[in-house]
Every structure is written in C-alpha cells, then in structure tokens.
C-alpha cells in the first residue's frame, strides 16, 4: 500500500509516535513524515506509506501555515508552556500598539537561532538530547521567511496570530524572539499547523477515525502521488518518452503532449495516462547532457507511478 495520508494530529504525541501508530494500523513498516510537530501542537501532518515515501524530501520544501498563541512575561527552556520558567517580567507597561509593532516588525526575510531543544543534530546526537543533560552548544542562526502575520490579536499578556512560514522556521522561536524584542520575554503556549504544503486541515483524519475503520477500507484516506504533487506543472509525456523513462533517458521536449511555457530550472511532474512518471527539472541547456531536456530527480517504479 502506497500513498500519503494527511493525519490531524493529537495535542501530547510526537510525530515518531504519529507514525508508529500509522504502521501499526497500516501493517507498513516503510512509513514517514514531513515536518516535525512537537507534542505540544497539533494540527496537519504529512504521512508517507510505502514508496510515497521516496517525495517526502519535495512536501518538506514548502511553507506552513500555523495558529499560535503566546504568552508575554514568561521565558522557558524550551521557548514554550511545555519547559521551565527561566525569567519572569512585568508587561503592564506595554500597550497593544507596541505589541503590534513588535509582532508586525518579524514579518519578512529574519534570522533564527534553532533552540536547544529541537531534533537538530550535534555529532549525530539531537540537541533535545543534550539539552536535558544540561548540555548547550554552539548553533548557527539560520535566515527563514515569516511571509505573513494575520489575525493577530492582543489581550496583554496574552497574544494570538496565524502565521505563514517557509520551511525550518521554529514558531516557538518567533515567539521567544518576540518576546525578546519587547524587553519582557515570551513563550509559546499553543500551537496548531493548518496548512502544510497544499494540505490543509480539510485534507486531515484523526487516527481513530482510521482505526474506527475496517482495515481492508483504510486505504480510502490515502492520497495518490498525483494528488499529492498536485502544485507541481504536470506534463503528460508521449508513449516515445514513457519508454525511454523506463530505461532512466529523460524525454525531449518534443516527446510531450503539449507545447510548454516554463522557466528552465522548474519542477515538473512528467506524467502518462497511467499516472505519475518522475519527478524532474526543466534542464534544456545542461552542459555534457544531450539525451533529453529534463533532469531526472525521481522515477517511479515501472513508470507506472503509484497505486
């Protein structure tokens, strides 16, 4: 069994648990995620069975989309509710126009250190790991994009918002850092991803909803590598291209069904009418390759894609 299946995950589970769970209910021993959730949150997680296994890489790329809320004040170790408090401060002084600022004044290209108790690795060993031996080491801020704040609301000390992001930005940062801002400290007290990739909480299932469910009917919550895929161009490639793909030849531009119109270094799904062939990148002017005008980066098993 392959596919993607969207889980809406419980607050107080990991997402290693989200999946060992969905292996037990899938009889998979070849299942993983995309993005990280931390216990605390809940909300949409991407889940691969299978084979689909093999684009989770491509679902990690693209940006978020989060409910969070904080509370100012209050510093943690972990940067949320879930830590112990390190510093408390007054925040009476504060009005919400300020707040606002401080909020409003992330929004764009920031630089975020990763926190000390994140699944980052240090010589192999994650830096949760460390961290609760008392252990901090020296991390490099990493630039991430905080493409939007929206509804975001105030009720001092308490400050809510939706939060567009690209990939690797740590929410519960962007509150610390908040906070820091302010001069009073902050930490994250819930948090709830509503869009991961084109999947959003419509797309999601409880994991009882699928345990309620027959076994032999369980594969009705997954969705195809096509459907997953589906912001990627799509190019149907002629029967000429098929074969060549199946001996690993990337196709020609005149092996497709259609004249295209895409930027060279574009993601394509090249596709047939039996579905999903490869995942490419539009590469007409490769210097030292003249077989084809796509460099392959994933072809399907059998060019058949998944069932």
Same mark, same amino acid.
């Given at each position: 069994?392959?596919?993607?299946?969207?889980?809406?995950?419980?607050?107080?589970?990991?997402?290693?648990?989200?999946?060992?769970?969905?292996?037990?209910?899938?009889?998979?021993?070849?299942?993983?995620?995309?993005?990280?959730?931390?216990?605390?949150?809940?909300?949409?997680?991407?889940?691969?069975?299978?084979?689909?296994?093999?684009?989770?890489?491509?679902?990690?790329?693209?940006?978020?989309?989060?409910?969070?809320?904080?509370?100012?004040?209050?510093?943690?170790?972990?940067?949320?509710?879930?830590?112990?408090?390190? @510093?408390?401060?007054?925040?009476?002084? !504060?009005?919400?126009?300020?707040? &606002?600022?401080?909020?409003? *004044?992330? =929004?764009? $290209?920031?630089?975020?250190?990763?926190?000390?108790?994140?699944?980052?690795?240090?010589?192999?060993?994650?830096?949760?790991?460390?961290?609760?031996?008392?252990?901090?080491?020296?991390?490099?801020?990493?630039?991430?994009?905080?493409?939007?704040?929206?509804?975001?609301?105030?009720?001092?000390?308490?400050?809510?918002?939706?939060?567009?992001?690209?990939?690797?930005?740590?929410?519960?940062?962007?509150?610390?850092?908040?906070?820091?801002?302010?001069?009073?400290?902050?930490?994250?007290?819930?948090?709830?991803?509503?869009?991961?990739?084109?999947?959003?909480?419509?797309?999601?299932?409880?994991?009882?909803?699928?345990?309620?469910?027959?076994? @032999?009917?369980?594969?009705?919550?997954? !969705?195809?590598?096509?459907?997953? &895929?589906?912001?990627?161009? *799509?190019? =149907?490639? $002629?029967?000429?291209?098929?074969?060549?793909?199946?001996?690993?030849?990337?196709?020609?531009?005149?092996?497709?069904?259609?004249?295209?119109?895409?930027?060279?270094?574009?993601?394509?799904?090249?596709?047939?009418?039996?579905?999903?062939?490869?995942?490419?990148?539009?590469?007409?002017?490769?210097?030292?390759?003249?077989?084809?005008?796509?460099?392959?980066?994933?072809?399907?098993?059998?060019?058949?894609?998944?069932?």
């Amino acid at each position: 069994m392959n596919g993607i299946l969207i889980v809406d995950k419980p607050q107080g589970m990991t997402s290693h648990a989200v999946v060992g769970r969905v292996r037990r209910l899938f009889g998979l021993r070849k299942v993983g995620h995309a993005g990280t959730l931390d216990p605390l949150a809940t909300g949409v997680l991407v889940v691969a069975l299978g084979q689909a296994t093999r684009i989770l890489q491509y679902l990690m790329e693209e940006n978020k989309t989060y409910r969070a809320s904080l509370l100012l004040g209050m510093t943690t170790d972990t940067q949320d509710s879930e830590g112990q408090v390190i @510093e408390t401060h007054e925040t009476s002084h !504060l009005g919400t126009e300020q707040i &606002l600022d401080v909020c409003m *004044s992330m =929004v764009g $290209s920031i630089d975020q250190l990763p926190p000390m108790y994140s699944a980052l690795k240090k010589d192999g060993v994650p830096l949760y790991k460390l961290a609760r031996q008392g252990i901090e080491v020296v991390r490099t801020a990493r630039t991430v994009t905080i493409f939007s704040l929206q509804s975001l609301t105030v009720q001092s000390p308490h400050v809510s918002f939706d939060v567009c992001c690209s990939k690797g930005t740590y929410v519960r940062t962007l509150c610390h850092d908040i906070g820091a801002k302010l001069g009073c400290g902050a930490h994250l007290t819930s948090l709830r991803r509503l869009q991961s990739a084109p999947f959003t909480e419509d797309d999601a299932v409880t994991l009882d909803e699928i345990e309620r469910s027959a076994p @032999e009917d369980r594969h009705r919550f997954l !969705l195809s590598i096509g459907e997953a &895929l589906r912001e990627y161009p *799509s190019l =149907v490639v $002629s029967d000429e291209g098929v074969k060549r793909l199946s001996y690993g030849i990337p196709p020609t531009t005149d092996m497709l069904a259609e004249h295209i119109d895409i930027s060279e270094g574009t993601l394509v799904l090249l596709v047939s009418l039996n579905g999903p062939l490869a995942i490419t990148r539009f590469a007409p002017s490769r210097i030292n390759e003249s077989r084809g005008d796509f460099e392959l980066l994933k072809v399907f098993n059998d060019c058949g894609g998944f069932e």
